[in-house]
């Protein structure tokens, strides 16, 4: 007889399942367990669906770079987002050989990862050489929102990423 108990559960079991309904009305039951199945079917199916869409990849053959004016030497290509709306932004720049860009801050911090060549970096008003610090190629730095901060191609060719979120700009310091 213990091992009937054990199988109905007795009062407790039955009282466990009262949220789906009354437990000795099989309709109500059914349209409980049918509800749910429903849900997992179409969550189900939505992630399906989502796991047939292949990436879009954007690839460097596809990114248009353009020139600042006043910064020769200096291209950048908007990758991703909007840098103007508060949403996150990704961005590319490349310096040629010994291109420069002079000391300047940002309104977002922002977060930049070297891709090849070694950039120098700098932290301050006023550029000065003799204070850079090299980031190499996978390196990452980091300039806080309203810090001014200078570039540098020292060494030949630098192409590096930036991450943050706008809205952003750029806003050069008066020597």
Do not use: C, N
């Not at 950039?119 to 850079?132: A, D, H, I, M, R």
């Not at 390196?139 to 001014?148: E, K, L």
Request: hydrophobic fraction near 40%; charge should be negative.
């Amino acid at each position: 007889m213990a091992d009937a108990e054990i199988f109905h559960g007795g009062e407790d079991f039955v009282s466990s399942w009262r949220g789906l309904g009354d437990f000795h009305t099989g309709s109500h039951i059914m349209k409980k367990f049918g509800t749910i199945w429903m849900i997992v079917f179409i969550l189900g199916s939505s992630i399906t669906v989502a796991q047939d869409r292949a990436p879009v990849p954007l690839l460097p053959d596809r990114i248009s770079f353009i020139s600042p004016p006043g910064l020769s030497g200096v291209q950048v290509a908007q990758l991703l987002g909007d840098p103007k709306q508060p949403t996150p932004y990704l961005i590319r720049v490349k310096l040629a050989a010994g291109a420069r860009i002079p000391s300047h801050t940002h309104p977002d911090a922002r977060s930049s990862t070297v891709l090849a060549g070694t950039l120098y970096v700098g932290f301050g008003e006023t550029f000065v050489e003799s204070q850079v610090v090299a980031v190499p190629t996978g390196g990452v730095y980091v300039a806080p929102a309203g810090v001014p901060h200078y570039l540098w191609a020292k060494d030949g060719e630098v192409i590096y990423q930036e991450a943050g979120t706008g809205p952003t700009g750029v806003a050069f310091v008066k020597p």
